[in-house]
């Protein structure tokens, strides 16, 4: 968790025009920026993804191997009142993690390799402080469905032949917040951002007593978004 508030304000800290807009009595930019009804915008990012499993018996613990993937998608969001809008964040969001598992002698029976490609249908609602000059903090949190394009959820292969499955639908709850800067010709505003499946996602496999996925009461997945928003 703390290198990515390193990453976040690191690049914030970096950017001399971001910093200017700190200045006590800046020149206003897109004063009307937030009056409009419906706004439009997209966004670029980076993720990392987690699971949580819960066991059915205190074996040793499955591991993960986590790295850092990639966040693209649209923003469409509609005013309430100056201090709430209602987004749709609809998103691409690529990662992998990589499964060790215990009690195996062979890297190929041990080690499972998850690329997962979800499109993300987030909505959420963003409270959002008063402006101060060109910027203004703001917290985001709702609920999304996630489709996992990678799952294997149809296959009827299971580990016993290598492949690890999961549900193609899960829902989740998101939680983060950020900041909003109006710079001259467009909003930019990064955030960070907690995801959390409600449901489990595992698809067992056929024999009841696998020793992959036999002792998994649930699995459901975790991770942290940070988002770079152009509006």
């Not at 930019?29 to 997209?42: S, T």
């Not at 709850?173 to 909003?187: M, Q, S």
Request: hydrophobic share 40%.
């Amino acid at each position: 968790m703390k290198k990515w508030f390193l990453i976040c304000f690191g690049v914030l800290l970096l950017t001399p025009s971001l910093n200017a807009q700190f200045n006590e009595d800046p020149i206003l930019n897109l004063e009307n920026e937030d009056k409009k009804f419906l706004n439009w915008g997209y966004f670029l990012g980076f993720n990392q993804y987690d699971f949580k499993f819960e066991y059915k018996e205190n074996y040793q613990d499955i591991l993960v191997s986590k790295s850092i993937g990639f966040n693209v998608g649209l923003i469409g969001e509609m005013r309430l009142n100056d201090f709430m809008d209602l987004r749709f964040e609809p998103g691409l969001h690529y990662t992998s993690r990589t499964m060790g598992f215990p009690g195996f002698t062979e890297e190929n029976d041990a080690i499972r390799e998850v690329r997962s490609t979800y499109i993300n249908f987030p909505l959420l609602l963003k409270v959002s402080a008063k402006r101060l000059g060109n910027w203004k903090p703001f917290l985001i949190g709702g609920v999304s469905t996630t489709m996992n394009l990678g799952s294997n959820e149809d296959s009827l292969d299971d580990n016993s032949a290598g492949t690890f499955r999961m549900k193609k639908s899960v829902h989740n709850y998101e939680l983060g917040f950020g900041i909003d800067f109006y710079l001259e010709y467009f909003k930019f505003s990064p955030s960070i951002r907690g995801v959390f499946a409600l449901t489990d996602e595992l698809v067992r496999d056929n024999d009841p007593n696998s020793p992959w996925t036999g002792n998994i009461d649930a699995l459901k997945t975790r991770g942290i978004f940070i988002n770079f928003t152009f509006e």
